[in-house]
Structure formats: structure tokens, C-alpha cells
């Protein structure tokens, strides 16, 4: 395993982060889950992205026991906080009062005094930006929280935010977690030339693509049992690319894999790891073998002729619209 920067800041983080979204509390047995984690650290993976939302709290809950006994000073532990936990009004958003309450609910899941990262899991359009900053930076004087961070926020949002906590002496944002793949790439023209500038580092999210870039989704056929494309309890994020048209670009990619030594999926995590703005790639995994699998993506370097031959593929097919990042335009 290798290591990167978070963004400029001094914390170093694995190439490859352990994700526990749409996994554990829902999908996958504890058991299993436990199992996964303990393939991550055997992996040499120290860090691990969870949030308070995943599987109704209960995905920091497994995570937490998962961890029990292990360093923690050898752990980057980051949760995210946002997206509602509760029926009340204030279960929600990104208020000074649902941070204060979700951080210390974070921590008691989590078993830990502390997260290395706290993220804005998407920005609140309802709360003052300032009043968010301003709890963030109060989280890191406690100690509560060492770094924060952003999820899919777009490029003017987290200008507005850099340029508030600059002129108020609070904590700046290190990070950002945006989905981001050979096929979603909405990053590229704002969002990453503005984290150059700033010292943010990219924790992207969804690096196989939901699974299609593995190349197990073949066009004109249904999609095997079993897998996401196919599961009630996942994301939906899948079923914009179960396009014909994606998928028989993504098989031509087997031959660039073959020539690499990799498998499908270790040619995409590897891909993202390419981009320099890109501190670590989250994977998910129901089975430990899919960690051992994807891993062995750290330190691949493609060369040029491979980059250019995937960008000719999937030309036609990849997202790169920046205004697809959208956070809700109400509080949810």
C-alpha cells in the first residue's frame, strides 16, 4: 500500500480507503463485514470513510466495532454529516445544532474521542454558510475533529467557503469526496483545477463505477444475480450506466487491463489514482476478496499511450458536465 497527502495538509491517508456506504448495517452480515474490515488492514488500508447517514446509523455502529482493539493512532477515521438521521426539523442540514448533536452520535457509533475528517456530506443552501464554518472550526478547537472536509460540493461553493474561513481565522477545508470514474468525470474542468490552487485533496467515491466498469455487466444480457444492478437495497446510482452503449465500450477495455496485469477493477481504481489531485479511492466490498483484489491497484502508473487509448473508448460515453454536481435545493 502506498500513501498519500490529504490535499497540501500534513495527514497521510492510503491509496485505497475502506467505504462502508450501501455495505454494513444493510447489505452485508456483520460478520461478513467484520471479516472485510479486517482484509482492509491486512491490506496495509488505514483509512476508512463512513457517515452518520449510511444504513440509518448503522454502518458507523459495525464500523466502530469492527475497529475495537486496533491503534487508533494507526487509523484515519472520516464521517460525514448532512443527510437526515431523524424525524425532527433539526435531524438534518448542516446548522450548528445538527453538527454538534451528529458529531458527538458519530463518535459514541464510532467508539473514538476523535475523527481525522469530518465532511459536509453536500451543501445546505438553508444555513449561513459562516454558521457552518464557524461549527466546524469549533468541532477542531475541541479536539473532536483534526481535518474538515466537503462532498459534492461544487467549485463556487467551496470558493465561498474557502474564501470565509481565510478572512475569519477558521480551519480550512482540506478535502472533497466526489463520485469520480473513467466515466464520471465532472471534476475535471472546476472543481480539481480549484483543489490545485487551494490544497484540496480529492477522496473520490464510486471508482468502478457501481461495479460496471469491472466488466461483469455484458450489453444485451441481464445482469448477473446477485450483483448490484440487480440488488432493491442499493444505491440506484447504477442504472444510468446500464446502457448498451456504456457497456460494450467498457469491454474494450479488457485489453488495456491485460496488458497492465490487472483485472478490470484494479485498471479503474488504478485510472483515478493517475489524477494527482486524488489523495485516496474508496471501495466498498460485501467480500474480503474484493479488497484483496482492488489493492493491488496502489501504485500501478499507467503510461500515456493507455490513458489516451481509454479516453478514445469511452470518449463518446463519459459525464463530464460540471454542473452535474448538485446538492438539494431545499433541505431533505
Known amino acids: 500500500m502506498e500513501f498519500r497527502h490529504l490535499g497540501r495538509s500534513g495527514l ?13 448495517g444493510s447489505q452485508v452480515e456483520e460478520d461478513a463485514a467484520h471479516a472485510c474490515v479486517r482484509a482492509a488492514l491486512d491490506e496495509g488500508i488505514t483509512t476508512f470513510d463512513t457517515a452518520d447517514v449510511y444504513a440509518g446509523t448503522r454502518a458507523e455502529e459495525v464500523l466502530g466495532r469492527a475497529l475495537k482493539g486496533v491503534r487508533r493512532e494507526s487509523l484515519e477515521i472520516f464521517t460525514k454529516v448532512y443527510w437526515p438521521t431523524g424525524p425532527g426539523r433539526n435531524d438534518r442540514g448542516l446548522s450548528r445544532k445538527h453538527i ?14 476523535y475523527v481525522d475528517l469530518y465532511q459536509a456530506h ?22 473532536k475533529v483534526l481535518y474538515v472536509g466537503v462532498s459534492e460540493w461544487n467549485a463556487d461553493q467551496i470558493a465561498q467557503a474557502l474564501k470565509i474561513a481565510d478572512s475569519m481565522g477558521f480551519d480550512r477545508l482540506v ?10 468525470r465532472v471534476i475535471e474542468a472546476e472543481v480539481v483545477p480549484l483543489s490545485e490552487r487551494e490544497g484540496l485533496g ?13 466488466g461483469k455487466y455484458l450489453p444485451g444480457q441481464p445482469p448477473p444475480a446477485g450483483s448490484r444492478a440487480t440488488d432493491s437495497t442499493g444505491s440506484g446510482f447504477i442504472d444510468g450506466l446500464m446502457r448498451d452503449e456504456v457497456l460494450s465500450r467498457v469491454q ?32 466498498g466490498a460485501s467480500r474480503p476478496e474484493q479488497i484483496r483484489d482492488n489493492v493491488k491497484a496502489s501504485g500501478v502508473k499507467l503510461g500515456a499511450d493507455a490513458l489516451r487509448t481509454i479516453d478514445d473508448i469511452l470518449g463518446p460515453v463519459v459525464e463530464r458536465d460540471p454542473a452535474k454536481t448538485v446538492s438539494p435545493s431545499s433541505r431533505p
Open 100 to 113: 454538534m448533536e451528529s458529531v458527538n452520535g458519530s463518535l459514541r457509533r464510532l467508539g473514538t474521542d
Open 252 to 283: 474494450e477495455l479488457r485489453p488495456i487491463a491485460s496488458d497492465h496485469g490487472l483485472t478490470m477493477a484494479q485498471l479503474a481504481v488504478a485510472w483515478v489514482l493517475q489524477n494527482p489531485n486524488v489523495s485516496s479511492a474508496i471501495v
Open 122 to 143: 453536500r451543501f445546505d443552501v438553508e444555513t449561513p454558510l459562516e454558521e457552518t464554518l464557524r461549527a466546524f472550526d469549533d468541532l477542531v478547537r475541541q479536539g
Open 12 to 24: 497521510m491517508v492510503s491509496e485505497i480507503s475502506y467505504g462502508n456506504w450501501i455495505t454494513h
Open 202 to 214: 480529492q477522496i473520490v467515491w464510486s471508482p468502478i463505477a457501481q461495479g460496471v466498469l469491472t
Open 175 to 184: 478535502s472533497n469526496q466526489p463520485q469520480y470514474s473513467m466515466l464520471w
